[in-house]
């Protein structure tokens, strides 16, 4: 079963306006963390936001937000003011367990979505 | 700003040639991953190692070989590419006990002819 599950394959806005991309994720640890990340047709990737199970507010980062319902296991990115610039890959990712030096786990990657802004 | 870079960017290559990707960070980081990206796709770990002298295979079986003799360093080789070896391979680390944010460097693209 998929433990990070996008289910947009592909998705487009207007310039300006706000898009959400969805990501669902599946995991029994009570602590993880959740990550999006953006990928450029030039294909580096960028990271772009954190949110950790146990912050109790949604996590922003300019005009990045996190839309995280834990009960219903989503973490969504919300890109406010969509630019030109933002036609890429984004995808979400989950580290199961806590953040400690003992922790080896690796991230978990979504398929990812693509998003084109057009003008 | 990440500091971790990949060389070659581009590497156009003929059937049974041996090539070693190189992977550099200078920020310390024990963590460091190798991954396997299709255009358009998903991201698929080949390697990561967990420090000096660790390496492991990651989910996806890959015919490329690692090492970690130094913590900065992590080149990926293949010994005779195929034309299947076709991809992206991005590098990238993390630091040990913090959030597990990977920083990649930029990638590199290899075609087998």
């Known amino acids: 079963a998929q433990k990070i599950t996008q289910t947009q394959p592909g998705m487009f806005v207007q310039e300006k306006e706000a898009v959400t991309l969805d990501c669902t994720y599946d995991?029994?640890?009570?602590?993880?963390?959740l990550f999006w990340y953006k990928q450029p047709s030039s294909g580096e990737m960028i990271f772009l936001i954190y949110q950790g199970s146990y912050d109790q507010q949604n996590a922003t980062e300019g005009r990045y937000s996190l839309n995280f319902q834990k009960a219903r296991k989503s973490a969504n990115l919300v890109i406010s003011a969509s630019q030109l610039g933002d036609s890429a890959m984004y995808f979400c990712a989950m580290r199961e367990g806590p953040r400690e030096a003992g922790n080896n786990r690796k991230l978990i990657w979504g398929l990812g979505t693509s998003l084109a802004v057009n003008p | 700003e990440a500091d971790i870079y990949q060389t070659p960017r581009y590497l156009v290559i003929g059937t049974g040639k041996k090539i070693t990707l190189e992977c550099s960070q200078t920020?310390?980081?024990?963590?460091m991953y190798w991954y396997q990206q299709d255009p358009g796709m998903e991201l698929h770990l080949i390697h990561y190692?967990?420090?000096?002298?660790?390496?492991e295979k990651g989910d996806l079986s890959s015919e490329s070989t690692v090492s970690r003799i130094r913590t900065e360093h992590f080149p990926l080789t293949l010994e005779s590419a195929r034309p299947s070896h076709t991809s992206q391979y991005l590098c990238?680390?993390?630091?040990?006990?913090?959030?597990?944010?990977?920083?990649f460097g930029p990638g590199t693209r290899l075609t087998v002819l």
């Open positions: 995991t029994s640890d009570p602590s993880y963390g």
């Open positions: 990238a680390s993390s630091e040990l006990g913090a959030l597990d944010e990977q920083f």
């Open positions: 920020m310390g980081h024990d963590k």
């Open positions: 190692s967990y420090g000096v002298n660790s390496t």
